[in-house]
C-alpha cells in the first residue's frame, strides 16, 4: 500500500515517511572466522556480526576473541546468539565480551520471550543490548522500553506489522533514547526497499545487516536485484536509498516468472 502511494504521488517512500536524514544506511556483514572478518573490514565494511552460542571457556568463545583480535580498532564486532543463554550465563559472557573493547552489540542473549530478565542484563553489561528481531508490534516494544531492556532493537519489517508499525516502533525508541537497526536477513527487493527507506527516515538508526554481500564483487547481485529492472544500490559497508517512486523498485516480470512456483 505504501508503494501504491508513493507511485500514485510520485514519490519515494523516505518522503511519505517524513523526510530522510541521510542518502544512506551503513551496513554490516557476517563473518564468522578472523580471515572472513578482516576480508570484510579490509573491503570496507565497518562491523561485522558473528554466532556465539557456547559459552565463556568453550572453543566458541575463543573463535570469538580471535575475531575481535582481528578486527581490531579497525571497526566493530556484533555477537549474535539466538536466545542461547539463560541470564547468569549471558552476564557471564557479556562481562567477557566488555573486556575485548570493540563488540559493537551482543543480540539476542537470552529467549526473545524473557522480557524480564532483559533489564538485568541490560543494567549488567557496558556493551549495548541489542533485541527485537522477534517482537511483532510496539506494545511490546513499549515494554521493553520503559524498563530499560535494551540498548538497541533491531525490529524485523516483515515480522513487526510493516512499515506503519516500524516507523512507530523507531520513533518510540527514539523517544527513550534507544537505536535502531533494521532486522535484514533473508529476504526479497520489497523486504529490503522497506527497511532502508524505514533507516534513512528515522533519526536513530545506526546500521543495517547486509546479509550475504559479505564480498564487493557481490554486491551488484545481491538481494535479489537480478529480479528487478533497476538493481538496489549498494557499496560494501553501505545501502543508497532508492530515489524512484514507492519503494523504488520495479520487477523484471520475465526473470521473476523464472522463480515463481505453481
Given at each position: ?130 533485541v527485537g ?86 554486491v551488484a547481485?545481491?538481494r535479489g ?38
Open positions: 500500500m505504501w508503494d501504491i502511494l508513493g507511485k500514485f504521488a510520485g514519490l519515494p517512500l523516505y518522503q511519505l515517511l517524513g523526510g530522510k536524514y541521510r542518502d544512506s544506511i551503513p551496513t554490516y556483514s557476517g563473518a564468522n572466522s578472523p580471515e572472513g572478518a578482516l576480508a570484510a573490514i579490509e573491503a570496507g565494511f565497518a562491523a561485522v556480526k558473528m554466532g556465539f552460542s557456547k559459552g565463556v571457556g568453550s572453543e566458541d568463545f575463543e573463535r570469538v576473541i580471535k575475531v575481535s583480535e582481528a578486527v581490531g580498532a579497525k571497526g566493530q564486532l556484533l555477537i549474535d546468539s539466538l536466545g542461547a543463554f539463560k541470564l547468569h550465563e549471558a552476564v557471564s559472557a557479556g562481562r567477557k565480551l566488555d573486556e575485548l573493547g570493540n563488540v559493537g552489540w551482543f543480540e539476542d542473549a537470552l529467549m526473545p520471550e524473557d522480557t524480564a530478565s532483559y533489564p538485568a542484563l541490560a543494567e549488567a553489561l557496558d556493551t549495548a543490548v541489542c528481531e522477534a517482537l511483532s508490534n510496539r506494545f511490546q516494544f513499549r515494554d521493553l522500553f520503559s524498563d530499560r531492556g535494551a540498548d538497541i532493537v533491531n525490529p524485523d519489517v516483515g515480522r513487526a506489522g510493516g512499515i506503519t508499525e516500524c516507523k512507530r516502533i523507531a520513533d518510540m525508541a527514539d523517544t527513550f533514547g534507544i537505536l535502531w537497526s533494521p532486522h535484514v536477513s533473508s529476504g526479497l527487493p520489497p523486504y529490503v526497499a522497506a527497511s532502508i527507506h524505514l533507516a534513512v527516515a528515522t533519526p536513530n538508526a545506526v546500521i543495517m545487516e547486509a546479509g550475504n554481500i559479505h564480498q564487493a564483487t557481490h547481485d545481491s536485484n537480478v529480479l528487478l529492472k533497476e538493481p538496489l544500490e549498494f557499496e560494501a559497508g553501505m545501502a543508497m536509498v532508492p530515489e524512484r517512486p514507492g519503494l523504488g523498485i520495479e520487477f523484471d516480470e520475465k526473470e521473476l516468472q523464472k522463480i515463481v512456483v505453481g
